[in-house]
């Protein structure tokens, strides 16, 4: 271990750097600091700062976010995208105001769905302001940087190394301002690329830049091509109207309005010949990448007359609404990138 002291330094630099001004930072609302804590994982804080007074606005408290329906909660996340973390926070919300009190240990925290260690730190120590270590991509890097560590840190027993050393650093004084701090200085100093070791105060401590390593940790494994997968998504149209579907709560883009997505053309088929429907000529295409797979969606135009709306519904289990008010109810930012070719066409 160095022989100065990483946290002494990493306050230092916070007091005079670190961001105080972030709408979660709170002292007495572990309600606030829990919705960032969602929003913010895989999400960078410039975008969660888009929804999260919005969002804290509809449902100020646990008890109003717990009480509410998931028809209620989904238009306030769509776009945010990881859609399993709001259906877990409302569902974790609904717990809490049933118990009556947050969790006031740990483990309590992480019996909750969607709470993992590293979060439930997070919310033992800038939710509760008690002691709590984090172990987010930020402090991974940090770490990993600072140390020179080189191996692969998404490898069990490498992570519960770094998880030791992690503990061994974080501070019993000023633990909730530690652990903005050091989030702080992986999100703005020592960033995935092109890191400011310049401004850095661990720099001439730092065992990765004194190596000349920082552009090189953490390990990274060497990616694997995104498959591309195509469908067919069908805007099935009645005057201003569409028609959508409710998707099921599991699974991509969850409880979120969707238009009917066909990935077998002998489904397309099926439905074509069932509901007596016939595409218009369409070259309409969109492109929307996930972690996983990137979905290129061809435009399949349906008209239909007013008195087919009905049985239509019913077959294809879906609702009418005008793309606007569909917005309002909630799709994922692939619909809303539809509407815009769509409204620029």
Known sequence: MPDFSFSDALLTWFDQHGRHDLPWQVADDPYKVWVSEIMLQQTQVK???????????????????????WDDVAPYWAGLGYYARARNLHKAAGIVSQQGKFPETLEQWIELPGIGPSTAGALMSLGLRQYGVIMDGNVKRVLARFLAIEDDLSKPQHERALWQIAKDLCPQQRNHDYTQAIMDLGATVCTPKKPLCLYCPMQQHCQAYQQGLEQELPFKK??????????????????????????????????LYCLPIIEQATELQQIEQHAKLQ??????????????????????LFHVEHDQKEQLSIELNGVWLSPEAAIAKGIPTAMKKLITAKQKA
């Open 47 to 69: 975008t969660v700062l888009q929804y999260f007074d919005r969002f804290i606005e509809r449902f100020p408290t646990v008890q109003d976010l717990g009480r509410a329906s």
């Open 222 to 255: 060497a990616k694997k091509p995104v498959p591309i997968k195509t469908a067919d998504v069908l805007i099935i149209q009645s005057g201003d109207e569409w028609l959508w579907q409710q998707r099921g709560s599991h699974g991509l883009w969850g409880g």
């Open 279 to 300: 595409a218009q000529v369409s070259s309409l295409q969109i492109s929307h990448s996930f972690t996983h797979f990137t979905w290129l969606l061809h435009e399949k």
